[in-house]
């Protein structure tokens, strides 16, 4: 199976999509058949074999660069959650009324979507580097042009900061390449260099202050709740859902297989930054009033557990983490959707303006419920076994951290609640005016929804295909 397939299929779909115009339905049978190519893929890479995905071509002889590309059992989970999450902004931006659909969107959205499954399959360390780098621009030029008179300079600060980390992964990359005898870029050659623990120490610092900026991470978050207060709801869709599991994703495939004692020394200090992130963004957004506010420092609460399961360095909270940034794309998906539709609808965000939707949409109700359960992790739902696993490796790791941590299971119920209630419940407003959805927001969130009960009922299909591969990883600390 060659990625080569699965990689360029973004491409094909944006340029079909610019032929195809603002014809709706057409638009959407391609998304549908993008996102279902794409699954369909993985599918049979994971029943014929993983060895059999991998191609590498020389792309710069002179410095050794190669374009290398791989579907592994690390990196599967994330490729099917691009394909999902990149479906979910396009059946919103395709629900709108034909004369507000950009073919220039569309075909964004899909180079994001060439540039993300780049990040997840290079193995190449240089190809990584600039597809890490390439993804910022789709989100840039959407936000900056379709976002409200406050998302340029809120896209701005995100680049700006993206830019500032990755310089000094840039300088980790050259420093790596300077120990490698191979004289390439390769993954492969990077695993068994043998480097000191000082110098893994200045790397472990250098990939881990791009990749928390990614996420992001406390103290590193400043940029995202205006990024995501601001711009088109289809581009927060993206940065929320997918574009901040860049982090994640580099955390695990390339910071702690190859500086583990960088983690060692220095992992301790960035756990209790992201603890207090945990509670931080959780008692932040109990208080908000704004909608998308709420939603964003909950992803701030959310990613915070997951950057301590990763930094704790434990097969049960390394697996949780995968797990739960799983379920986290499909839900912050979801609640942003449905946000932006009660937003464009009733012409607020504002929760104290809101109220008694129910009355007027029981499905919006439904599904908005379904996606705040798995917000919450409530069993049976896709949240609860990522966020049990994460506190247990958490408990293991330092049980006062642990219980720390562990608030975040009641202060998201709070605000999730509050949200909840202040939009759908109570007597409606008589200046409001909710219809509900139409049948592409339907289809799309009765998708992802289903998602959210499927996962937590059945989360083996996720770590029946991870967790051998990230118990081979920590091998190496």
Request: net charge neutral; charged share 10%.
């Amino acid at each position: 199976m060659n990625p080569l397939y699965l990689i360029l299929t973004p491409l094909a779909a944006a340029i079909l999509g610019i032929g195809v115009g603002k014809r709706a339905f057409i638009q959407q049978i391609l998304a549908l058949l993008v996102m279902l190519g794409g699954l369909g893929f993985l599918l049979q890479v994971h029943l014929h074999g993983f060895e059999n995905s991998q191609i590498s071509y020389p792309w710069i002889n002179s410095f050794g660069i190669y374009f290398a590309l791989s579907v592994t059992k690390i990196n599967f989970w994330f490729l099917a959650l691009t394909s999902l999450v990149v479906f979910a902004a396009l059946f919103y931006h395709l629900s709108q009324e034909e004369d507000k659909i950009r073919t220039d969107v569309i075909a964004l959205i899909y180079s994001l979507q060439f540039f993300l499954f780049g990040v997840f399959m290079a193995q190449d360390l240089m190809l990584f580097y600039f597809f890490f780098e390439a993804s910022i621009l789709p989100i840039y030029f959407i936000s900056s042009r379709y976002g409200s008179p406050a998302a340029e300079r809120a896209t701005l600060k995100f680049f700006l900061y993206t830019l500032f980390g990755s310089l000094f992964m840039l300088l980790g990359v050259l420093f790596l390449y300077s120990k490698n005898g191979a004289n390439d870029f390769l993954f492969s050659s990077f695993g068994s260099l043998g480097l000191s623990g000082e110098n893994q120490g200045f790397l472990f610092l250098a990939f881990f202050l791009a990749f928390a900026i990614k996420m992001p991470l406390f103290p590193f978050h400043s940029w995202q709740v205006d990024a995501y207060a601001e711009s088109p709801v289809e581009t927060t869709i993206l940065m929320s859902g997918i574009l901040l599991k860049m982090g994640i994703y580099g955390m695990i495939a390339i910071v702690l297989p190859w500086f583990p004692m960088g983690v060692k020394e220095y992992g301790h200090i960035f756990i209790a930054l992201s603890a207090f992130g945990v509670v931080y963004g959780a008692l932040i957004a109990i208080v908000q009033t704004d909608i998308r506010r709420v939603l964003a420092y909950s992803s701030l609460s959310h990613v915070g557990l997951i950057g301590c399961g990763i930094l704790a360095y434990s097969d049960i909270a390394l697996e949780g983490a995968v797990l739960q940034m799983f379920a986290h794309g499909i839900n912050i998906a979801g609640l942003f959707f449905i946000s932006e539709i009660i937003a464009k609808q009733t012409g607020t965000r504002d929760l104290d303006q809101l109220g008694g939707l129910t009355k007027s949409s029981f499905g919006v109700t439904v599904l908005f419920f379904l996606f705040l359960l798995g917000s919450i992790a409530v069993p049976l739902s896709n949240g609860f076994p990522g966020e049990f696993q994460l506190l247990m490796g958490l408990f293991g790791y330092n049980i006062y951290l642990g219980i720390f941590c562990g608030l975040t299971v009641i202060f998201s119920s709070v605000y999730m609640l509050r949200m909840f209630q202040k939009s759908m419940l109570g007597k409606p407003s008589e200046s409001l005016k909710f219809t509900g959805l139409n049948f592409t927001q339907g289809i799309g969130l009765g998708f992802l929804a289903s998602l959210v009960l499927i996962f937590g009922l059945f989360p083996e299909m996720i770590s029946s295909i991870s967790d051998s591969a990230l118990q081979i990883l920590l091998r190496a600390y």
